[in-house]
């Protein structure tokens, strides 16, 4: 009903601007006021259902609300630990060295994992990679396997020692039970002829030693398996490796030999290491 061009003075009296109505400011100050008001009653109502709330906790209410998810967290625990008692396979055929840059937050190539079993980087991305003052590893990863309060193992593909190989040397750290550790296992007959753990307690940390399995040559050959098993659930039994290598009595870096075909009946087995260590 307004016309293009016309003078604003000419426009008619719009309705709620007329001095004899409560106009449009008008309505909007009872609007503002009631929202005032609506606003603290809302928050008296809340106050008061506050109130009801502590009491109903203090009285017992939350008791059967915690215990749920109380129940939730067990749940969640427990699948969680499924989960990671699954397989899991690297990408990829074992080579040496082993040392672990590349892919981070998996399992290694040439292995396969059970539990908390992982290819980390520092600084670390997730909790599980948290090493409280770690060092002396080299690059940027390394090779976690367990943690305080779940076990884990590794297993290598099998491959053939080379000739010439006098020892396997490694940055570890861990394993602080004589049932984790580092273990070289034959295939046949299993038997460990390699095992690096930290037994004493009071010397354990996050900083990494080199360590060494020498005296391999009358293995030169033989069929052989890696196992890096955490076995307990407490603190510093997680055991770390970094910059695994083969070494002839130059300490020259060597590869393996070769990888092992399996049959379907073959397979080693990390779960059974610890009756091996017993009849070595």
């Known amino acids: 009903w307004l016309k293009i061009g016309q003078n604003p003075g000419q426009w008619p009296a719009m309705r709620g601007f007329e001095s004899d109505e409560p106009g449009l400011e008008g309505r909007l100050d009872q609007q503002t006021a009631g929202r005032r008001c609506t606003g603290f009653k809302g928050f008296r109502y809340l106050a008061y259902t506050a109130c009801l709330v502590c009491i109903g906790a203090a009285g017992g209410f939350c008791l059967g609300r915690t215990q749920k998810a109380a129940g939730d967290i067990a749940s969640l625990e427990a699948s969680k630990e499924r989960y990671e008692l699954k397989e899991k396979t690297g990408q990829g055929d074992l080579s040496f060295p082993l040392r672990f840059e590349g892919r981070f937050g998996c399992c290694p190539p040439g292995f396969t994992c059970v539990g908390i079993a992982k290819v980390c980087v520092h600084p670390p991305k997730t909790r599980a990679c948290f090493h409280s003052g770690i060092k002396n590893f080299e690059g940027r990863q390394y090779f976690a ?6 076990v884990a193992h590794a297993t290598s593909q099998v491959f053939y020692l080379p000739s010439g190989i006098e020892a396997i040397e490694m940055l570890y750290v861990g394993g602080s039970s004589v ?23 009071y010397e354990n940390s996050n900083v990494f030693s080199q360590e060494r399995c020498g005296h391999l040559q009358k293995h030169s050959g033989d069929a052989v398996y890696i196992c890096v098993v955490d076995a307990d659930r407490q603190r510093w039994d997680s055991v770390l490796i970094d910059n695994v290598r083969l070494v002839d009595q130059f300490g020259s870096d060597m590869n393996h030999a070769g990888l092992v075909e399996l049959s379907a009946t073959t397979k080693p087995d990390c779960g059974k290491v610890h009756s091996f260590l017993e009849n070595s």
């Open 179 to 201: 049932k984790s550790g580092f273990f070289l296992l034959s295939l046949s007959p299993n038997e460990v002829i390699c095992h690096i753990a930290k037994e004493d307690r």
């Open 145 to 150: 396997v367990g943690s305080d309060k779940s």
